[in-house]
Nanobody, 128 residues
Framework: VQLQASGGGLVQSGGYLRLSCAAS????????IAWFRQAPGKEREGVGCIQSNYGGVVYADSAKGRFTISRDNAKNTVDLIMNNLQPADTAVYSC??????????????????????WGQGTQVTVSS
């Protein structure tokens, strides 16, 4: 497995989780990392994307103000920090990597299946 998401679990409404996207065979610093989620019966949707090489971050409207995406280069991970979780955030969360990418159109890129790597998802369940 070259890319894997972890850290999911069951939390109560208003709670907090920190997900990590880790790479085993390459440095994430050169890759933009996008986070997606998919709830049962719904299409996959973008959560946010952090640019390669210390670039900025873009967030979906549903994530703004509650979620933060950050890099930990020492651990070779990109973390998705989620605060004030709500039942509507319940989904399988996955990460995807694209080499030297600006995150422009990161959702459309998922639909065109042009990410270099996809990580296995991790389940997040928020109870009311």
């Amino acid at each position: 497995v070259q890319l894997q998401a972890s850290g999911g679990g069951l939390v109560q409404s208003g709670g907090y989780l920190r997900l990590s996207c880790a790479a085993s065979a390459f440095s994430l610093a050169d890759y933009a990392i996008a986070w997606f989620r998919q709830a049962p019966g719904k299409e996959r949707e973008g959560v946010g994307c952090i640019q390669s090489n210390y670039g900025g971050v873009v967030y979906a409207d549903s994530a703004k103000g509650r979620f933060t995406i950050s890099r930990d280069n020492a651990k070779n991970t990109v973390d998705l920090i989620m605060n004030n979780l709500q039942p509507a955030d319940t989904a399988v969360y996955s990460c995807a990597a694209a080499f030297l990418y600006s995150c422009s159109g990161y959702v459309q890129r998922e639909k065109s299946r042009t990410y270099d790597y996809w990580g296995q998802g991790t389940q997040v369940t928020v109870s009311s």
